[in-house]
């Protein structure tokens, strides 16, 4: 008999891999942080005892969700400003806000009021993008979860940086402090097209190629943005893109609500990945992905939420849900998502375009132990024909009773591990106050 930290007994298990794979009364073998075993329960009882061993008769255990788009810290303007399209949303709201308010001491207490509701939510890790990502990452570093933090780069001015060499070095800086931790990684995230110029898109080019890391960044999130690339450079943003070389299987294209057959032709040929974010796209009138489509063609589909100022929160199970349901009506087609395909895309599908699909995204050994347990024994989860489906289409975040990440329990029975949810409101409260006193 082998001693192990931990054994998990379930009634069902997703895996994500194999594909559309439901495991019943199997347990799950964690050590040091990793998956060494997925057993049917008998035979771990015969191989196997453990320090900590838990048993659940009603819930399914499945990997972590992934928040592939999102603005931890923007939570703190959660309602600031709402049912309005997104520039005048951006232009006469947000980006005023922000040049008044954003600063190491925001972004920490926007990015813990985040981090909490993901962690209570299912997320196991998130793709950020936000000014003071070294702020952000002091959270993730204290709660235990898993980010990969955005190096911003943005032509104007901001409270993090003055310049683009200032948003290049100080992202440079961020990478190398955390370039060795084990639950934090990096990618520079360019703001969009139309606020990052060519010149220092190339530079951004060049840099990850050197470091090795992803580019993040918004694209064809609305008509305008087509418009004002068309009057500004002569083409859409995603050709002038393609011709700076950054069209690679380094790039995250967040949105892409606006795509002709040949530019999604032009994604699945370079090995784009696509960071759906249905729920912000409907808010904002943004526009449909065609998720049908770009899966049609190859290509790797994520979802966000984006940031909780324009969806106004930050779960997952709802943008999976509205994935699948979506999809089926821009295509007219209603196997155009199936469930598993949906969840695919919040797990094993985010974790590829992060480049840690060989650590999360799938219950499969050798990987970390993130995952969470989802209580699928109530009223609203009965009968429960389709497991999986019945993740996707009946299951709410306040289902999750307990979530893990590299095997460390940050949830346990809807309570939080890691982190103060009593100072964690009073703060946000406190900035609440000063917000709405002092208007923009």
């Given at each position: 008999m082998k001693t192990v930290d931990l054994i998990i007994h379930a009634r069902w298990l997703v895996p994500i891999c194999p594909q559309n794979t439901v495991f019943?009364?199997?347990?799950?073998?964690?050590?040091?942080?990793?998956?060494?075993?997925?057993l049917p329960q008998a035979e771990v009882a015969q191989q196997y005892t453990a320090t900590t061993e838990h048993r659940y008769e009603q819930h399914c255990i499945l990997p972590g969700l992934i928040n592939n788009h999102t603005h931890a810290a923007m939570s703190l303007l959660r309602g600031l400003a709402d049912d309005l399209p997104l520039m005048t949303w951006l232009n006469d709201h947000i980006w005023p806000a922000e040049a008044k308010w954003v600063s190491d001491s925001f972004v920490e207490a926007g990015s813990e009021l985040?981090?909490?509701?993901?962690?209570?939510?299912?997320?196991?890790?998130?793709n950020d993008m936000y000014f003071f990502p070294d702020a952000t990452a002091r959270v993730v570093d204290q709660s235990g979860i898993r980010a990969n933090l955005g190096m911003v780069v943005i032509d104007f001015p901001s409270a993090w940086a003055t310049n683009t060499e200032e948003y290049l070095h100080k992202g440079q800086q961020v990478h190398d402090?955390?370039?060795?931790?084990?639950?934090?990684?990096?990618?520079?995230?360019?703001?969009?097209?139309?606020?990052?110029?060519?010149?220092?898109l190339e530079a951004i080019i060049m840099n990850a190629e050197e470091m090795d890391v992803a580019i993040h960044m918004h694209i064809h999130e609305t008509a305008g943005e087509i418009t004002q690339s068309l009057e500004q450079y002569g083409m859409r943003p995603l050709e002038r893109l393609k011709n700076l070389g950054l069209l690679s299987p380094r790039l995250t294209a967040v949105h892409m609500t606006q795509?002709?057959?040949q530019e999604i032709a032009w994604c699945a040929d370079a090995g784009v990945h696509i960071a759906h974010c249905?729920?912000?796209?409907l808010k904002l009138a943004s526009g449909f992905a065609p998720v049908s489509a770009l899966n049609k063609r190859g290509v790797?589909?994520?979802?966000?939420t984006d940031g909780a100022a324009s969806n106004n929160d930050l779960d997952m199970f709802a943008e999976v849900k509205q994935t699948a349901l979506l999809a089926k009506a821009?295509?007219?087609?209603?196997?155009?998502?199936?469930a598993h395909s949906a969840l695919e895309m919040a797990t094993l599908n985010a974790a590829k375009s992060l480049g840690l699909d060989d650590k999360i995204g799938s219950l499969e050994v050798g990987k970390m132990a993130d995952m969470i347990a989802v209580d699928l024994g109530g009223i609203e989860t009965q009968p429960c024909y389709d497991t999986i489906s019945q993740l996707v289409y009946s299951t709410g975040r306040d289902k999750v009773s307990d979530v893990w990440v590299a095997g460390k329990q940050l949830l346990r029975d809807r309570q939080l591990t890691t982190m103060n949810p009593t100072r964690i409101m009073e703060t946000a409260q406190q900035w609440a106050d000063k917000i709405r006193q002092t208007p923009p």
């Open positions: 019943e009364h199997y347990s799950l073998v964690v050590h040091q942080g990793q998956i060494i075993a997925l985040a981090i909490a509701e993901m962690i209570r939510g299912g997320t196991t890790c998130f402090h955390y370039r060795h931790h084990a639950r934090i990684t990096t990618a520079y995230a360019p703001h969009a097209p139309y606020t990052v110029s060519d010149s220092t795509l002709t057959d249905p729920e912000s796209n790797n589909v994520t979802i966000g821009v295509a007219q087609d209603a196997s155009a998502i199936p």
